[in-house]
C-alpha cells in the first residue's frame, strides 16, 4: 500500500519535533512491512487543503493525519467524504480518537502498529452537516472550551494547564439552557447544563471514549442542572472516570437523535470533537454505520472480528 501522511507542523505535539527526521523514521519503518510512503509537512492553515488533495489522488491507497484533534476529526471528515481509509497519529492533547481505535499513544508505537495494521470499518457520526469522530456537546463543556481558548499555551502540558484554569472559571456560575430531544422513542423536554452526544457510547473507568466504534448506536448523556459543588464533583468524576456513577448524568443509547434548543442564544457555542462552532436552534445527529475506513493495529483488528 502506497501511504501518505500529512503533519500538522502547527498541531499537538509535532509542532516541538524535528519532523523531517520524523519523517524519514516513518519511511523506514513502512518500507520494512513492505508498503510504499512519503510525508508531507504542512502548516495549519494549509492542512484541510493537503488532506482534501491527498484524499482524492489515484496514487494513494491510505491516508495518515498527524497533528492535534482537530486536525484529526477534520482528515476523518475528508476521508468519509473520499472513501478513503484514514490512520491515525496520536500527537494531541488527549488522542479519544485514537484510544478508541487501540492505537499506542507513543508516536513511533502507533507507526509500527500502523504499518502492520489492517483495513476496518467504524461508525461515524453528523451533527447537521459536521462529521464527528468523538462527540457534539452544548453547555458547560463549551464554556470550558471557549474560556480556555482565553488563555496562551504553546504546548500538550500548557494546553491540560489552560483546561484546568478554565475549568475553575467555567463552574462559578454553571449555564443552564433547555433542550427538546426527539428520537425514535419519543419526545421529552430537559433543563440541563451540559449535553454530549457520543460516536457509540462511552466506555466506563477511564475518561469519556467509546471502547470500540462498531455498535452502530449513538450515546446521548445529559447532566441534571446543578451548583457549583455539584459541578466540581462531576468534575472530578470525569477525570478519574467514574463519572458513568454520578446520579446527576442520564445516558441513552439511540440511532438518531434531533436536538432542539427553543431559547438558543445568538453567541451560543457547541463543541465538536474539541473545537468550537455555532450552535444551531435546530440538530439533527446521526450515527452512520461502519461509515469510516481506518488502519487498525492488527491485534485490535483479530480481537473485535472474534
Given at each position: 500500500m502506497h501511504y501518505l501522511a500529512i503533519l500538522n507542523r502547527d498541531g499537538g505535539t509535532l509542532r516541538t519535533m524535528d519532523l523531517e527526521e520524523f519523517c524519514q523514521d516513518s519511511r523506514r519503518i513502512f518500507e520494512d512491512n513492505g508498503h510504499e510512503f512519503s510525508c508531507r509537512i504542512v502548516p495549519g492553515k494549509e492542512i484541510v487543503e493537503a488532506l482534501e488533495e491527498a484524499a482524492s489522488s489515484s496514487e494513494v491507497d491510505a491516508l495518515i493525519a498527524g497533528g492535534g484533534d482537530g486536525t484529526v476529526s477534520t482528515a476523518a471528515a475528508i476521508a468519509f467524504k473520499n472513501q478513503m481509509p484514514l490512520a491515525v497519529l496520536p500527537a494531541g492533547t488527549m488522542n479519544l480518537f485514537?484510544?478508541?481505535?487501540?492505537?499506542?499513544?507513543?508516536?513511533?508505537?502507533a507507526l509500527e502498529a500502523i504499518a502492520e495494521g489492517d483495513v476496518d470499518a467504524v461508525d461515524i457520526a453528523t451533527a447537521n452537516d459536521r462529521t464527528f469522530v468523538h462527540q457534539f456537546s452544548v453547555g458547560i463543556h463549551a464554556r470550558l472550551v471557549r474560556v480556555r481558548e482565553t488563555f496562551p499555551y504553546r504546548s500538550r502540558i500548557g494546553k491540560i494547564m489552560a483546561s484546568f484554569r478554565a475549568i475553575s472559571s467555567a463552574v462559578i456560575e454553571p449555564p443552564e439552557f433547555e433542550v427538546e430531544l426527539k428520537t425514535p422513542e419519543g419526545t421529552q423536554s430537559r433543563r440541563t447544563v451540559g449535553l454530549s452526544v457520543s460516536n457509540n457510547p462511552f466506555?466506563?473507568?477511564?475518561?469519556?471514549?467509546?471502547?470500540?466504534?462498531?455498535?452502530?448506536?449513538?450515546?446521548?448523556?445529559?447532566?441534571?442542572?446543578?451548583?457549583?459543588?455539584?459541578?466540581?464533583?462531576?468534575?472530578?468524576?470525569?477525570?478519574?472516570?467514574?463519572?458513568?456513577?454520578?446520579?446527576?448524568?442520564?445516558?441513552?443509547?439511540?440511532?438518531?437523535?434531533?436536538?432542539?434548543?427553543?431559547?438558543?442564544?445568538?453567541?451560543?457555542?457547541?463543541?465538536?470533537?474539541?473545537?468550537?462552532?455555532?450552535?444551531?436552534?435546530?440538530?439533527?445527529?446521526?450515527?452512520?454505520?461502519?461509515?469510516?475506513?481506518?488502519?487498525?493495529?492488527?491485534?485490535?483488528?483479530?480481537?473485535?472480528?472474534?
Open positions: 485514537a484510544r478508541s481505535l487501540k492505537l499506542p499513544l507513543d508516536l513511533y508505537e466506555g466506563t473507568g477511564h475518561i469519556p471514549h467509546a471502547d470500540e466504534l462498531h455498535a452502530g448506536v449513538l450515546g446521548v448523556y445529559i447532566a441534571s442542572t446543578m451548583n457549583t459543588r455539584e459541578l466540581i464533583r462531576l468534575g472530578v468524576d470525569v477525570m478519574r472516570g467514574t463519572w458513568n456513577g454520578n446520579p446527576m448524568v442520564s445516558e441513552a443509547r439511540v440511532s438518531q437523535v434531533v436536538l432542539r434548543f427553543p431559547k438558543r442564544k445568538k453567541n451560543a457555542y457547541a463543541v465538536i470533537d474539541g473545537e468550537l462552532v455555532t450552535l444551531e436552534r435546530e440538530v439533527e445527529v446521526q450515527l452512520h454505520a461502519r461509515a469510516l475506513k481506518v488502519i487498525v493495529p492488527r491485534v485490535a483488528q483479530r480481537v473485535e472480528t472474534a
